[in-house]
């Protein structure tokens, strides 16, 4: 039951999108959503629930000078931002009202010249930048439905779709159809990373020819299927959760090593930031927190975020 209930959070998304109020089961009951850490180490984007909308708000590092950059006066919902990697620019997933159907949208990292990338008529779950920041990739599902009797309705038939920064241009990068598809990373000019249905992570050839899972030695099924909310820390590393624990894993060696663990709370959002050299998170753990580590696993800190 506790591998269940890890898997369905990515999907809670969509279930709170339509009751209007964010995209997970930790926004339920508290403000803060998902978030990003600025390139340069010195702010927070983060999505906060605030009069049952979700709107995008920027912090410094510390969690001091909270202010709005998306949201205020319109009926709409956005989460999921994602930082450029020169820092200049947002992305993020839109909808408006409680509508289920979402957007991509971009906008400067001070919230001004937002635009909307695609139309609302689709099922857009997350968005990120090329790493060249020439695009915008961003996973999108086909249907939105119950493949059982006694599961909720959830979005299925997933791919990768691609918009061209300069003359914005649409189009679709896989023909996966995946039951699942979440914590996309583009890796370089020829992988992404990502959890594919619900069986762990993989690099995963932008021309089509293949993937490569992400496992450790003497691998297990359990460890394999396991692996979620990948993260990119060089060319060597990621971390990743599993289950309720914090791990780095060296895919050319299959080492895994353990950063925190905590038991019966599920990660949410983890980050990285090169600059600060720490890894950022947040937990279904009851508060209003973005947690960081050293990358040895000391030294935690928590921030408590505000909406001002």
Avoid at 24 to 29: C, E, N, R
Avoid at 53 to 81: C, E, H, W
Avoid at 269 to 297: A, C, P
């Amino acid at each position: 039951m506790k591998k269940m209930l890890f898997y369905l959070t990515p999907f809670i998304f969509f279930t709170v999108l339509i009751s209007g109020c964010g995209n997970d089961k930790q926004i339920i009951s508290l403000g803060i959503g998902s978030f990003d850490i600025t390139p340069d180490g010195k702010s927070i984007i983060y999505t906060f629930r605030k009069s049952a909308r979700m709107l995008v708000y920027k912090a410094n590092i510390d969690g001091t000078q909270s202010s709005l950059l998306v949201g205020d006066g319109v009926d709409m919902q956005y989460f999921n931002p994602n930082c450029s990697k020169d820092g200049k620019k947002l992305v993020f997933v839109g909808s408006k009202g409680g509508n289920v159907n979402s957007a991509v949208f971009l906008c400067n990292v001070d919230g001004s010249n937002l635009e909307k990338l695609t139309p609302d008529s689709a099922l857009v779950m997350e968005t990120i930048f090329s790493v060249n920041g020439d695009s915008v990739y961003f996973t999108q599902a086909g249907e939105y439905k119950s493949y059982s009797p006694i599961a909720s309705e959830a979005p299925h038939k997933f791919d990768i779709y691609r918009i061209n920064l300069k003359d914005k241009s649409i189009s679709k990068r896989t023909n996966e159809g995946a039951y699942s598809m979440y914590g996309l990373a583009d890796v370089d000019s020829n992988r992404w990373m990502l959890n594919l249905n619900m069986e762990g992570c993989y690099f995963y050839n932008k021309d089509g020819s293949g993937m490569e899972k992400i496992i450790i030695a003497n691998d297990t099924l359990d460890y394999s299927k396991s692996y979620s909310d990948p993260v990119i820390i060089d060319e060597d590393n990621i971390v990743a959760s599993s289950y309720f624990r914090l791990v780095i894993v060296n895919h050319r060696t299959k080492t895994e090593k353990l950063l925190t663990h905590f038991k019966g709370q599920h990660f949410q959002t983890v980050r990285y930031n090169k600059i600060l050299n720490k890894i950022f998170y947040t937990l279904d753990d009851g508060t209003n927190s973005i947690h960081s580590i050293n990358m040895d696993g000391t030294g935690k800190e928590d921030v408590i975020i505000v909406a001002q």
